[in-house]
């Protein structure tokens, strides 16, 4: 006969080694990233913890981390899509929600730039019968009158970047080595005013390329007091200006700006190069120097940033941090195969024009798996087209 005693020390001991196995499971969940094994694939600008298992993601608290929303979702929204800051990436994630959500965008007639290099102005778009835009994600350059006229009551954010590796990116997809300025990227920086002056109005132009898209003219690149009130206008006029060195933070805090959900900010890093270099401390000085206008914007916005991320708190950084990199690697892994060439490549929807970047090879031909992989010429033809069924336009 077992002993009522013995029965209740029995039951306590299997709750108490429950209660431990639930807290053990609960602290392994969220484990410190820093600590973890990592596995290097190039989404955002980072390595994505690679420690959860795929039973993880049935955890709905965790998959999506949606619960205690309350806000509504935004759907009007103002993206400044300026060159070689990772863009492409963050624009995929606009024409995602708004093609998922039959939403109406602001595009250009042929190609994928509005007006570029001239400001923007209403007459440069493909009218739609609504008379209503939800979306502007395009590259053009930022007029606050042209494009308030037309999105009032839009949510505008953008993405910088670190000067230098703007101009080194520029300077490479330009091919300036070998159509402009004749000298490889370093010979460029240590005399840039003798090089620049040569072919002063390129665009985007190789000083100052940031500033420019903001709207900034060339004659007043080296003007301090027209700089200095630009940057006043762009922290007045953006909402959130995301860093491409944080693109994993960034992504955090644009999903909150906009009540989104985390599925809808996942990307894939678009037009990754194959062989990019790594600046050296001197080369990123001289660039500094040079572009001080993009510098003084960058490190100001750098400031305003590390201030959202401190003021979301950094027990709930932490942990949606963790959210979105499985969410993003669950994604890649089910959608892509391998990061190839475009010579590799048979969808002319994945296909880059540049030889020189990855392409998304994928093994799913599901259409969120599609949507994270296109390029972004093809996806813009395939919106004109649903947006304008009866107008003709090519790529």
């Not at 053990?24 to 694939?41: A, E, F, N």
């Not at 350059?141 to 703007?166: C, D, K």
């Not at 996806?379 to 649903?386: E, G, M, S």
């Amino acid at each position: 006969m077992i002993r009522p005693v013995f029965v209740r020390h029995y039951y306590s001991m299997l709750l108490m080694l429950l209660c431990l196995f639930v807290v053990c499971y609960l602290m392994w969940g969220h484990v410190d990233l820093s600590r973890s094994g990592k596995t290097c694939i190039p989404l955002t600008n980072r390595c994505l913890a690679n420690f959860a298992p795929r039973s993880l993601f049935s955890d709905q608290s965790l998959a999506e981390g949606e619960e205690s929303q309350t806000c509504t979702p935004v759907e009007n929204i103002f993206f400044l899509k300026t060159h070689k800051c990772a863009s492409s990436s963050l624009q995929n994630i606009f024409m995602r929600y708004g093609n998922s959500h039959n939403l109406t965008f602001i595009l250009p007639p042929w190609g994928n730039y509005l007006g570029y290099p001239r400001k923007f102005h209403k007459s440069l778009i493909v009218p739609h019968p609504s008379g209503k835009y939800n979306i502007f994600c395009h590259h053009t350059r930022w007029s606050e009158t042209g494009v308030r006229e037309i999105m009032p009551n839009a949510t505008y954010v953008t993405v910088l970047r670190h000067p230098a590796s703007v101009l080194e990116s520029l300077y490479s997809f330009s091919k300036f080595k070998s159509t402009r300025y004749k000298v490889d990227f370093d010979t460029f920086i240590r005399k840039p005013a003798a090089y620049f002056e040569i072919k002063k109005r390129s665009v985007p132009p190789a000083q100052n390329s940031m500033l420019y898209d903001f709207g900034l003219d060339f004659y007043d690149f080296n003007n301090q007091e027209k700089i200095a009130q630009k940057i006043s206008d762009i922290k007045r006029e953006f909402e959130l200006v995301m860093i491409a060195e944080r693109l994993d933070e960034s992504l955090v805090l644009l999903r909150e700006l906009l009540c989104w959900s985390w599925d809808d900010v996942i990307v894939f890093k678009q037009n990754a190069r194959i062989k990019a270099p790594t600046l050296t401390a001197e080369q990123k000085i001289l660039v500094e120097k040079w572009s001080f206008g993009d510098a003084l914007l960058y490190n100001t916005s750098c400031r305003i940033f590390d201030e959202k991320v401190r003021n979301y708190g950094e027990a709930r950084m932490v942990r949606d941090l963790a959210i979105l990199r499985n969410r993003t690697q669950a994604m890649f892994d089910h959608c892509v195969n391998d990061l190839v060439s475009k010579d590799n490549i048979v969808n002319p929807k994945l296909k880059s024009w540049s030889p020189d970047v990855y392409n998304f090879q994928l093994q799913s031909d599901e259409p969120q798996c599609v949507s994270l992989a296109e390029q972004e010429l093809q996806f813009t033809l395939q919106l004109k087209r649903k947006l304008w069924p009866n107008k003709k336009f090519t790529a």
